[in-house]
């Protein structure tokens, strides 16, 4: 079975940094993106960031680009997302997903999701 662990989310203050990780199991085939995604109370989740398993392309949101990285170890079968002067609207659920074909922000899309990741930034 197709498993996505989420984890590394904590309490930080605005200007610091957490890195997510997102574990991967259970895939068969390479051709999967890993996607991260959040969802603040009261709001749509949205997409944050993702990364094309098979060729390594990677998309960011515009809220994020130059603040964080998403990034891949092939031997742990990981997907990390670091996170940088970080503020207070970046204070949500974090999750991460699997999408087949190529990264994409489109929720319906995906196929797997792993349990959120609670991050939150204090002013």
């Known amino acids: 079975d197709v498993q996505l662990q989420a984890s590394g989310g904590g309490l930080v203050q605005a200007g610091g940094s957490l890195r997510l990780s997102c574990a991967a199991s259970?895939?068969?085939?390479?051709?999967?993106?890993i996607g991260w995604f959040r969802q603040a109370p009261g709001k749509e989740r949205e997409g944050v960031s993702c990364?094309?398993?098979?060729?390594?392309?990677?998309l960011y949101a515009d809220s994020v680009k130059g603040r964080f990285t998403i990034s891949r170890d092939i031997a742990e079968n990981t997907v990390y997302l670091q996170m940088n002067s970080l503020k207070p609207e970046d204070t949500a659920v974090y999750y991460c997903?699997?999408?087949?074909?190529?990264?994409?922000?489109?929720?319906?899309?995906?196929?797997?999701w792993g349990q959120g990741t609670q991050v939150t930034v204090s002013s």
């Open positions: 259970g895939f068969t085939r390479d051709d999967y993106a």
């Open positions: 990364f094309s398993r098979d060729d390594g392309t990677t």
């Open positions: 997903a699997a999408v087949r074909f190529g990264c994409t922000f489109v929720t319906a899309l995906y196929d797997y």
